[in-house]
């Protein structure tokens, strides 16, 4: 299915926040496919790109807009051409590359954590098979101006990965997964080196940690978003870990692998991606300042997630600027647009994340 708008007519909302414009102006030409855009990251790509001026097609098999809603205008959404698609078809990707005129693809489509434990095979087939899907027609499509941009994760490593030494998760770091999530990210790296070796296709594979911000309402670490949710709505919430962690604000995300799209890099290159190392304790200080009312309301399990939480970025200025949010600006501005949406009444916080709400008869 392919139109101009949201699919299915859905309603749209006023703008959700007062945070920058992202990418530069899109005047060269320039038209980018985000598959999986109706996730948090992709809803953030596709937010930036618009607002940069930039021609974008939004490919998910997805139907439900809900977060480029949370985060886009009814303006802003009138500009994106969107595809209703599947990565595990492969004659698809093609199509939406090939017919559209695609110059740039960043590819986000994925299945989350918990739902690779609980269907490892489906988790295989959109994880993996998608990726070299979309990596095959990449390699077939003539238009790209760029590398192949796609998220793989610090998820991929256990936290025995980092060095003895320094403490910090270095780019070139053997991974150990602890996860089936993991080892598919492990596979796809290794799967964008044998296209740079075989056909010569170009990638930047970049690794986030744990993303924060509107529209992180699923997987392993979305409890930070979620907590933040909590308290705009004054409910309790338990952050499923503690410890530290590495937080990286969607938005910035989303222009780092606008500029790694840009970049004109070759061969198959991986980054860590950089953020703020936070404590759980931090994070939840943070919130309180933010939303006072709900002071006491968040709290958090005591073990640390089991991944490596200080990493070494080195390499990835070559890709340009790699913006990073101040904590407390990022929760700010997360508590704004959820506070906006629920002045609206267009904010169902059980279809972001949290649990409804028991009832007692």
């Not at 930047?204 to 997987?219: A, E, H, I, M, S």
């Not at 913006?323 to 990022?330: F, I, N, Q, S």
Request: glycine share 12%; aromatic share 4%.
């Amino acid at each position: 299915m392919i139109g101009a708008g949201l699919p299915g007519g859905a309603d749209r909302n006023g703008p959700a926040d007062g945070s920058t414009n992202g990418a530069p102006n899109g005047s060269t030409g320039e038209r980018f496919l985000v598959t999986g855009a109706l996730g948090c990251i992709g809803a953030w790509t596709v937010r930036t790109l618009v607002a940069g001026g930039t021609s974008v097609v939004a490919f998910d098999m997805a139907g439900d807009p809900k977060r480029l809603r949370l985060i886009m205008s009814e303006r802003e959404l009138a500009k994106v051409t969107f595809v209703r698609g599947d990565i595990t078809d492969r004659d698809a990707i093609g199509r939406a590359l090939d017919e559209h005129g695609i110059t740039h693809l960043i590819h986000l489509a994925a299945l989350q954590v918990p739902f690779a434990r609980a269907d490892p095979p489906l988790g295989a087939l959109v994880n993996v098979v998608g990726t070299v899907n979309v990596l095959e027609a990449a390699k077939r499509h003539a238009g790209l101006r760029g590398p192949v941009v796609y998220t793989s994760s610090i998820g991929m490593f256990e936290a025995a990965d980092a060095d003895a030494a320094d403490g910090r998760l270095h780019v070139d770091a053997t991974a150990h997964p602890r996860t089936h999530y993991g080892v598919y990210k492990l596979a796809n790296e290794g799967n964008a080196r044998v296209y740079w070796l075989d056909d010569g296709l170009s990638s930047v594979g970049l690794r986030p940690l744990t993303v924060y911000g509107p529209g992180r309402d699923q997987g392993l670490t979305s409890g930070p978003t979620k907590a933040i949710l909590a308290a705009v709505v004054g409910r309790p919430y338990r952050i499923a870990f503690g410890g530290r962690t590495l937080l990286q604000y969607a938005e910035d995300v989303a222009r780092a692998l606008i500029a790694a799209g840009r970049s004109g890099l070759t061969g198959a290159r991986v980054f860590n991606l950089g953020g703020s190392l936070v404590g759980i304790d931090d994070l939840v200080a943070t919130i309180e300042r933010c939303v006072p009312e709900a002071t006491g309301l968040v709290t958090h399990d005591p073990e640390p997630l089991p991944f490596p939480d200080a990493i070494d970025d080195a390499g990835i200025e070559a890709i340009g600027e790699v913006p990073v949010t101040p904590l407390d600006e990022a929760v700010r501005r997360t508590v704004e647009v959820f506070r906006r949406s629920l002045d609206r009444g267009s904010l169902v916080p059980e279809e972001h994340g949290l649990e409804p709400v028991a009832t007692t008869s």
